[in-house]
């Protein structure tokens, strides 16, 4: 009877054909086109926003656009009607769940709760709408209880508690809207905290922002809790890296005065409230929306976050203020998200095993099974595991933010522009790379820089002490501004900045050391535990270092054990993945509680042997060649495989 | 070797021989002779004040006394030593327990815990003095671990929750008090939440205040968590009645603006401050030490406490914001107590049975058994209860606060030169009378009205309408100064106040209005289970005006029903034994909580008959008479028994 029109969508050239009158939302969730949309297609969220190219459409309201977009023939999907055949471009904004641009080494299966057996979506903090019975003489329980029975009766647990403030409100904001409210609640065991009580139905704004606050980087994601999806993330440099590089000196200057640290609580709060703001904005959310923010951090990270005393965390015998945390309100330390929501900060195991390495732990399964295996976490400072399904135990090393990118001639973050692979195709250093976002490159992230490390060694380059041998450089290497050897990647002809990328002796140091603290850590831990490195089924790699790392470079530099290339793996950033697991389910947050309790912490800095390890692990890939018969066999080769 | 002193202790005569430099306070001790000591003889509380009337003592400091007191012979006991016989005093202030002068018909048997089977001590506020182990390498878990694994060990519920704020303070105040603290614990089932941490033992130090919120009258008992003692009481008038008389008025004015919302919510809160203020600085305690507040009213108070909105508790259908309420922090109603310190609010059961009911049920045990029992709570709401341990139904009439000696020519509150219980000796009103506090008299309470008017009623001075008898009455009738006529009972000579005490025709007549409209409910409510007062094993009689009510006069004016007196009793403010055993006991808490969710609310607005009932009782003792056959003999018998 009515006529049909066929709806195109751009870029992704899929097709729909409908009916006239159908929206192009409808369309698009026909063929499968992802068009974001958060309020299911009221016309209220504004989120919709699609661009009609060619064709007629009966559109809708104009209130969430320009002048100017509106000329442009910006639409909202959810409104406009087809009136014609249609060409519809979907804008980038719009795109539910186009590719990450600046992935920062995230494994996303590791964080992804529908990829874990046993665990289902059952936030920290959930929305739940509930459309009360209005009150009358044979049901005049009060408004709180009218609520709580609604509630009990969708599923959440039955003991509940509730603010003052949101108390006081509950009377005139139930009638005000026709006894139809979300309720945001909190979780812990038998007891449901209604946190806040929303007019109206507000279940599809429930976000989180996990986060993994590192010595060097803080890096954020943008979870959307109805599905667990990950929309977006961001990252910058820890400010508080202006009061010192490493842990140490952090604590201590937090611990001169109280208006110390305050500065550094102050600087990672910003730094976190800066990140929140860009993911809120990109996304056309409100601070309000985000109910949720999980942060996994090593223990000074979240002492100085939450403005505990770190001091004793340096000094023997070692002592945090508080390693298991209960959820805090984020407004508490200035979070700017919905001032009732709830920070949980996952739980540190010792002075220097924080809720990154726990959170790590649980997001690779570590503590599953009867294989041994060993997780390397390596940020600032490098956190060795080794477990299974019966014991669990943990070392630290301080490795510096080499592998960050951070004190390092032409390091950078793994964000747009970073060279993150590369080679040196021959003996004249004839370079191959590729950056992040494919953009021009502008420096160096910690996977481009263990590559490079790796190919200069390759190339002789750099001789096995990490010296650069000038002779073997060609034109490559000179004598920098600072008087040291530097070698020319790119020079700044080529580069997104018009600066020249180098790498100087002292950069490629600073890797030899980090690299041999994690190195010679993890072999006084098996030793401690009377295994080697044969008896492990795996070893993963975790850190925010990169895209992704070349682990056979890894392991040729002496950072990785010589095993076999498929007992190595990276899994990316882990702090991160077990974070947002927490933050989607419960069970998850609980399993990550027990871990915590069953990791044991074992104390490199009373072990008479690390020094030795650490100083023959000096070399690359490490003095005693013995225990890198591969990479010798490769070295060998002139050029590895 | 040494010498041998007599101590003698006044007023109580008792006398101990010790050795030379005994202090007095261990000679008290010795022979029983009771002194107040908070601190148990650190020299910290200041409370054990003695008065040296003879001898020489070793004194200790002088910070707690002013120069006339040392002058006077003011010491420490817990710190001057004997050095010679002495004669010590122990002045009021210090006497542990001494009798409460201003008893507000408490039955202390009610409120006092070891009363109660199957109760013991286990407030829900609770001090536990801990001494951590101090940490080393091979015992390092981080502080807040520490805590909670001592506290864990002397048999708290192990699942800790602890603030941020007190989390950030743990650590310096562990190391400044060498690891000795006390814990301020609330407790939720198998939460414990550590509310506070104090250096060293503070654990003597441990109140609670309950509250008695009534519509005309708040009362508040000091109570030592430690052993359950009560330790004084005050109360007064609540200064909202300057915004109405009863509940409907003061919801009417609160809910015309916030502000006037804010100022009922203010008033009552500088009650009850004015009321802790009195209570804390008369037992030498801080603020600080309470740590608890328990408050049972009816269901408009505790809203306008809260800030609860209220207005539509009196529109149909009577819905409240909330009836079961979690814990709030005291100092989110600004009480200066602990600031940290929690506030219990007992839970209503409907918009007109509020906490001071339930608590009542509680506290009279009426929950329990399977005979049926009535309990009548006297307030200027009327509250009837009745049930066993198999229903409870409960219904609620307003009465007016003359029972409270409120809007009453001479009444006023059950205190000091209150006329409590009187008799008329003879047909010419030769008065015999006792006051409270034995003091000369300044006004009527609420026993002594009920006296008054059943002896009116006796001697003939009033008719059976509460009609004044001019011819009957002699000397003492006459009209006042606002044209009505008044009963002279003690001329202004006789006075402490020098003004005559009188009662009025108006206020006869709100008397007979008052205990027609509880008759009524008490007749309707029963008629409606298809019961009569005769299946009732008793009727208990509740209410906070007077010392103890003559059961016997209350149904001869028609109060109460014509039963044996041995089937009526008194039971006092059972609002406040219920608020006390709650401080004292999570189960009483709990049971409490389960009373008010198995109490159901009987509607005597919608009922037709109440009316017609209440018009029938606005006799002494009834129209029907019929129904009154031991009020009639005794009548016939001239002056009753």
């Not at 919709?48 to 209130?63: D, H, I, L, N, Y």
């Not at 509106?70 to 087809?82: D, F, P």
């Not at 309000?288 to 015998?317: I, S």
Request: charged fraction near 20%; include cysteine.
């Amino acid at each position: 009877m009515s006529k049909t029109y066929t709806v195109q969508f751009e870029p992704e050239q899929l097709s729909a054909t409908v009916p006239e009158g159908t929206t192009i939302l409808a369309a698009a969730n026909k063929v499968g086109a992802f068009v974001n949309s958060l309020c299911g297609g009221d016309g209220v969220c504004g989120r919709c926003r699609v661009v009609v190219r060619q064709g007629k459409v009966e559109a809708g309201s104009t209130e969430f656009f320009t002048r100017s977009e509106i000329r442009s023939g910006y639409v909202l999907a959810c409104e406009a009607k087809a009136q014609s055949d249609l060409v519809v471009e979907i804008p980038p904004e719009t795109r539910l769940s186009g590719p990450l641009e600046y992935v920062e080494g995230e494994v996303p299966e590791l964080g992804d709760l529908s990829k874990r057996r046993g665990l289902r979506l059952a936030p920290l903090v959930r929305k739940t709408c509930v459309q009360l019975p209005s009150p009358d003489l044979s049901n005049n329980v009060s408004d709180l209880q009218r609520l709580e029975g609604a509630l009990a009766q969708t599923g959440l647990p039955s003991h509940f508690q509730m603010g003052l403030k949101v108390t006081q409100r509950l009377p005139n904001l139930l009638r005000r809207c026709d006894w139809k409210v979300t309720a945001v609640t909190g979780h812990r065991g038998p007891l449901t905290e209604i946190i806040d009580v929303e007019p109206g139905d507000t279940s599809r704004l429930n976000f989180c922002i996990a986060a993994d606050i590192g010595t060097t980087t803080v890096v954020c994601h943008l979870v959307d809790l109805r599905d667990g999806q990950t929309l977006g993330q961001a990252a910058k440099y820890n400010s508080q890296a202006t009061y010192g590089a490493d842990v140490i000196h952090r604590i201590i200057h937090a611990s001169r005065s109280p208006e110390a640290e305050a500065a550094l609580r102050q600087a990672v709060v910003g730094d976190l409230n800066e990140l929140i703001h860009q993911l809120v904005t990109q996304y056309r959310l409100g601070p309000h929306d985000v109910t949720l923010v999980v942060a996994a951090g090593n223990t000074t990270m979240t002492h100085l976050l939450l403005g505990l005393p770190a001091e004793h965390l340096r000094k023997e015998p070692y002592v945090g203020a508080a390693y298991v945390l209960p959820p805090f309100r984020a407004a508490e330390i200035a979070l700017q998200v919905n001032p009732r929501g709830l920070l949980y900060c996952l739980p540190s195991v010792a002075a220097f095993v924080g809720g990154d390495v726990i959170a790590g732990i649980f997001a690779t399964g570590l503590s599953h099974g009867k294989k041994i295996r060993m997780l390397i976490d390596i940020g600032t400072n490098g956190e060795i595991v080794v477990g299974n399904e019966e014991f669990m135990v943990c070392a630290s090393a301080s490795a510096g933010p080499a592998f960050e990118g951070a004190g390092c001639h032409s390091g950078m973050r793994a964000t747009r522009g970073a060279i993150d692979h590369l080679r040196l195709l021959d003996a004249k250093h004839l370079l191959s790379f590729s950056t992040i976002g494919s953009a021009p490159p502008v420096g160096l992230c910690g996977t481009g820089f263990v590559d490079l490390v790796a190919e200069m060694l390759r190339v002789g380059a750099i001789d096995r002490t990490g010296r650069l041998i000038e002779s073997a450089c060609g034109r490559r290497v000179r004598r920098g501004g600072r008087g040291e050897m530097e070698y020319l990647l790119v020079p700044a002809s080529q580069t997104g900045h018009e600066k020249d990328i180098v790498i100087s002796q002292v950069d490629i140091n600073n890797l030899l050391r980090a690299k041999a603290a994690i190195y010679a850590a993890a072999c006084v831990l098996l030793k401690a535990l009377n295994l080697t490195f044969n008896d492990l089924s795996e070893v993963l790699v975790a850190g925010a270092f990169g895209n992704f790392l070349n682990i056979e470079n890894a392991q040729f530099i002496g950072l990785l054990p010589d095993l076999e290339l498929q007992r190595l793996r990276f899994v990316g950033n882990t702090s991160l993945a077990g974070a947002k697991l927490a933050a989607q389910s419960e069970r998850a947050y609980e399993e990550i509680l027990r871990i915590a309790s069953a990791t044991t912490y074992f104390e490199l800095s009373t072990e008479p042997t690390f020094m030795d390890q650490f100083v023959s692990a000096c070399f690359f890939p490490h003095t005693n060649l013995e225990l890198f018969p591969r990479v010798v066999a490769a070295l060998a080769d002139g050029r590895g495989k």
